[in-house]
């Protein structure tokens, strides 16, 4: 809980204050008194009253728009009913429309580019073909809510929950769960809007096109089928799939386009899940050699990729090991022609740039789903001798504030 709601004197509103720019995270930056507050529910250029929701550190402030008071252009009513201040985390920018939600987008990934690695970046971000933005997620993770009610009995008391809950998202920075509304959550594929009443804690939904699979508890079990690129995936019910269903195609396009794979071409894929970037280089005539963490999607990335026979190979292992691991102990060979790497949200690292700029690829398309983590890692590759050759942006994620870019480099001299 945030100190301001701690506070025995109520929560703390400031304002009118004038919203200035997008910031990294689905917030705007707002200066009120010489303090930096980071303000969700605004957009640049508005005047709005803020509740403060965290006072805890120094350097800033959080709060949440609770009143416009002057509107700028790309205001909306949010679709959702629990999108605005204190509901649901999950959507950052549904106040805005999508034209607006893209621009602060652009604005959010040129900052990034600019601030961490020196790159001036003119491009825009790409729409993945959804009218409204709305019922796109094909995979969601839904939190349950029970009615507590306490048993008292001999040795002690305890709360119990009885029978079924009812599914909720996460409020923005908590643990508490928002009960969805009715309709269920809008940007959730139509066969995931409205979960079953399960009495577990937490329930996993996958979209299999009219229907929905669900799964309950911390490591479901099964597989799901994705297809995509004309081939079919097994995925794990937990599994990682790229959540909209356009991202398949679109990102492997992106990543393929600047690679512009030769037939008899060696790649790595790392990072690569159940083997995505692998097939889409293997249909092109490439020999892949894919690493990955997760031990479950390592199984199932062979299994997907069976008819590529010996053109296709999977590491299990983190990707910095395995980098620095020589190729007789299991490790990846002294060179490459290509890479596509596509980590999680934290990004590359120093460690994994210097393991794969060591082979030479001709090309590399990195794949990210965090503009800072993308801007650090450039700065890293530009070090190295990469330069940046192209950079797309895709709003796979609308109505929030996450994108993903596929920036393709190749070696400066
Ligand atoms: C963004 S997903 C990309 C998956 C795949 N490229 C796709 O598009 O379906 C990132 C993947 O990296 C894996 N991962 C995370 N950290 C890792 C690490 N240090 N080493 C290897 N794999 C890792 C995760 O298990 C996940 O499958």
Redesign the pocket.
């Known amino acids: 809980m945030s100190e301001s709601e701690n506070d025995l004197a109520g929560p703390m509103l400031v304002g009118p204050v004038l919203v200035g720019p997008v910031a990294h995270g689905g917030h705007c930056v707002a200066r009120h008194e010489g303090r930096v507050i980071f303000v969700r529910h605004a957009l640049p250029g508005e005047r709005v009253m803020i509740k403060i929701t965290d006072r805890s550190h120094d350097r800033f402030w959080r709060g949440d728009a609770v009143e416009v008071l002057e509107p700028a252009a790309g205001r909306v009513p949010p679709p959702c009913p629990i999108a605005g201040p204190g509901l649901c985390g999950g959507c950052d920018f549904q106040h805005a429309d999508l034209a607006t939600q893209r621009e602060l987008k652009r604005q959010v990934v040129a900052e990034q580019l600019e601030r961490l690695a020196g790159i001036s970046w003119d491009g825009t971000v790409e729409p993945a073909g959804d009218g409204d933005g709305l019922g796109w997620r094909t995979r969601m993770r839904y939190h349950v809510v029970h009615d507590q009610h306490v048993v008292h009995d001999q040795h002690s008391v305890h709360d119990q929950h009885s029978g079924q809950g009812r599914a909720g998202l996460r409020a923005h920075r908590s643990e508490r769960v928002i009960e969805l509304p009715p309709g269920g959550c809008r940007i959730a594929a139509p066969p995931l809007r409205v979960p079953p009443a399960v009495p577990e804690d937490e329930l996993v939904g996958v979209a299999d096109g009219e229907q929905a699979i669900w799964a309950t508890g911390d490591h479901p079990a099964g597989t799901v089928r994705e297809r995509a690129l004309g081939r079919e995936f097994a995925v794990a019910v937990d ?4 959540a909209h269903p356009a991202a ?1 195609r679109l ?1 492997t396009d992106a990543a393929l386009d600047g690679l512009a794979p030769e037939p008899g071409e060696t790649a790595f ?6 083997g ?2 692998a097939a889409a280089l293997v249909d092109r005539g490439c020999a892949v050699i894919g ?4 031990k479950p ?1 390592v199984r199932l990335a062979r299994r997907n990729l069976a008819d590529a026979g010996s053109r296709a190979r999977f590491v299990a ?4 090991r395995v980098l620095d691991r020589p190729e007789r102990r299991g490790g990846l060979p002294a060179r490459t022609d290509l890479v596509v790497l ?3 949200r934290t990004g590359a690292g120093r460690k994994v740039v210097a393991g794969l700029v060591r082979r030479r690829p001709r090309a590399i398309a990195y ?1 990210a ?1 965090d503009p800072a983590a993308l801007a650090r890692d450039l700065g890293y590759l530009a070090t190295e001798g990469y330069r940046l050759d192209s950079l797309r942006a895709f709003d796979l994620f609308p109505m929030t504030h996450h994108i993903e870019c596929v920036a393709t480099l190749q070696p400066a001299d």
Do not use: H, I, R, T
Not at 269 to 274: A, F, K, P, Q, T
């Open positions: 599994g990682f799939w790229q398949p990102l894929d790392l990072y690569c899940g159940v995505l970037f690493v990955e963490g997760n999607a292992g983190s990707v910095d596509d980590p999680p794949v789903c």
